[in-house]
């Protein structure tokens, strides 16, 4: 069980801990070392967020093939990707200037040069917010000037429970912004039961997802579904870059999985969306679903993800776990694996 500890009425997770305990504790404040200024404090945020800037233009501008662009490409190129120079030139700036700001430096660009910067870098919707949050955009989500907070979500909040219990058979589950899992109705225990019986603080969908044995993966199609994962929590961090339990998290499951900071390093960023994937359930069969996401009002840190069924036998595998895992429970189910086991 995870450490945790009690300061007045409120209870919050050690940082150090797998998983991070999610919303469901209001996070107390980190201690350090000695009295840190605010000057000092709004310093070490700038650099940071500048350099998290400059890994995100340098990794962009390399993924791009000068074909992407229309320029010839050549043997003789040594750099992959586009070239300092040819950013530049497609975005309308100095490469003098576009070079400081790829190495970190104190700059500031306007709106309308970080958008020229997005398009001579092919960049999405959601690269485009990420970079106008890195370079403190005034207005941009999460920014200096509006930081994204995470409001609390009361234990036992008795409407998001019957909500949840009301969308059975289809497995519903309330996620926070780092994959903690906050709370879940029967069928989406009973699609990952394994998820369910780790204790609450440890429910940390991607701690599981770089950490556990391959054979107690639900995903089929892993790969795909963690580099979305990935690229979601990086526009997270992208909102919380000084936050000392986000950090926390992201240096240890660095450490527990080289390829989590593999993935990491790529400052791959994605905006969450609907999309079909497929579970591997505990009977060793696959079922396909479509997840939705829903933002409440009242949390705005969490996602209300529902998985609905791609076709009638995904309907059935679904109906079907749901009835056996209210008759074995959780660790019922995984103990009796496929149908006709004993206990199965």
């Given at each position: 069980?995870?450490?945790?500890?009690?300061?007045?009425a409120f209870?919050y997770?050690?940082?150090s801990d797998?998983g991070?305990?999610g919303?469901w504790?209001?996070?107390a404040?980190?201690?350090?070392d000695?009295?840190v200024?605010a000057?000092?404090?709004?310093?070490s945020a700038?650099?940071?967020r500048?350099?998290?800037?400059?890994?995100f233009?340098?990794?962009?501008r390399?993924?791009i093939?000068?074909?992407d662009?229309?320029?010839p490409g050549?043997?003789?190129?040594?750099t992959?990707?586009?070239?300092?120079?040819?950013?530049?030139?497609?975005a309308?700036?100095?490469?003098?200037?576009?070079t400081?700001?790829?190495?970190?430096?104190a700059?500031?660009?306007?709106?309308q040069?970080?958008?020229?910067?997005?398009g001579?870098l092919?960049?999405g919707?959601a690269?485009?917010?990420?970079l106008r949050r890195?370079?403190?955009?005034?207005?941009?989500?999460?920014s200096?000037?509006?930081p994204?907070?995470e409001?609390?979500?009361p234990p036992?909040?008795?409407?998001?429970?019957?909500?949840?219990?009301?969308l059975n058979p289809?497995?519903?589950g309330?996620v926070?912004?780092?994959?903690?899992?906050?709370?879940?109705?029967?069928a989406?225990?009973?699609l990952d039961?394994r998820?369910?019986?780790l204790p609450?603080p440890?429910?940390?969908?991607?701690?599981?997802?770089?950490t556990?044995?391959?054979e107690?993966?639900?995903?089929v199609?892993?790969?795909?579904?963690?580099?979305?994962?990935?690229?979601?929590?990086?526009?997270e961090?992208?909102?919380r870059l000084?936050?000392?339990?986000?950090q926390?998290?992201i240096?240890?499951?660095s450490?527990a999985s080289p390829?989590?900071a593999?993935?990491?390093?790529?400052?791959?960023?994605?905006a969450?969306?609907t999309?079909?994937?497929?579970?591997?359930?505990?009977?060793g069969?696959?079922?396909?679903?479509?997840?939705?996401g829903?933002?409440?009002?009242?949390a705005?840190g969490?996602k209300?993800w529902?998985?609905?069924p791609?076709?009638p036998?995904a309907e059935r595998?679904?109906g079907e776990?749901l009835?056996?895992y209210r008759?074995?429970?959780?660790?019922?189910?995984?103990?009796?694996?496929a149908p006709?086991?004993?206990?199965g």
């Amino acid at each position: 069980m995870a450490a945790m500890v009690t300061t007045g009425a409120f209870r919050y997770q050690r940082s150090s801990d797998p998983g991070t305990g999610g919303i469901w504790h209001r996070p107390a404040g980190v201690p350090h070392d000695g009295p840190v200024s605010a000057t000092t404090r709004s310093a070490s945020a700038a650099a940071a967020r500048r350099g998290e800037l400059a890994a995100f233009l340098r990794l962009r501008r390399e993924r791009i093939t000068p074909q992407d662009v229309g320029l010839p490409g050549g043997p003789r190129r040594r750099t992959p990707g586009l070239r300092r120079e040819e950013v530049a030139e497609r975005a309308g700036v100095g490469v003098a200037w576009y070079t400081w700001l790829e190495q970190g430096r104190a700059i500031n660009p306007s709106v309308q040069v970080l958008d020229a910067i997005a398009g001579a870098l092919l960049l999405g919707p959601a690269e485009r917010e990420h970079l106008r949050r890195l370079a403190d955009v005034p207005g941009a989500a999460g920014s200096a000037e509006s930081p994204a907070a995470e409001i609390p979500v009361p234990p036992g909040a008795k409407a998001l429970h019957t909500i949840l219990d009301s969308l059975n058979p289809l497995p519903a589950g309330l996620v926070g912004a780092r994959y903690d899992v906050l709370a879940f109705n029967d069928a989406y225990a009973a699609l990952d039961p394994r998820m369910v019986l780790l204790p609450p603080p440890e429910r940390n969908v991607l701690w599981r997802l770089f950490t556990a044995e391959r054979e107690s993966q639900p995903l089929v199609d892993w790969e795909r579904e963690v580099s979305f994962m990935v690229g979601h929590l990086r526009a997270e961090f992208g909102r919380r870059l000084q936050d000392p339990q986000w950090q926390a998290y992201i240096r240890r499951l660095s450490a527990a999985s080289p390829l989590f900071a593999e993935m990491w390093a790529r400052h791959d960023v994605l905006a969450p969306a609907t999309h079909r994937k497929a579970f591997r359930t505990v009977d060793g069969r696959e079922v396909t679903i479509t997840a939705t996401g829903f933002t409440p009002a009242e949390a705005p840190g969490t996602k209300l993800w529902i998985y609905t069924p791609d076709g009638p036998d995904a309907e059935r595998v679904l109906g079907e776990l749901l009835a056996r895992y209210r008759r074995l429970g959780a660790a019922g189910l995984v103990a009796a694996g496929a149908p006709g086991r004993p206990g199965g």
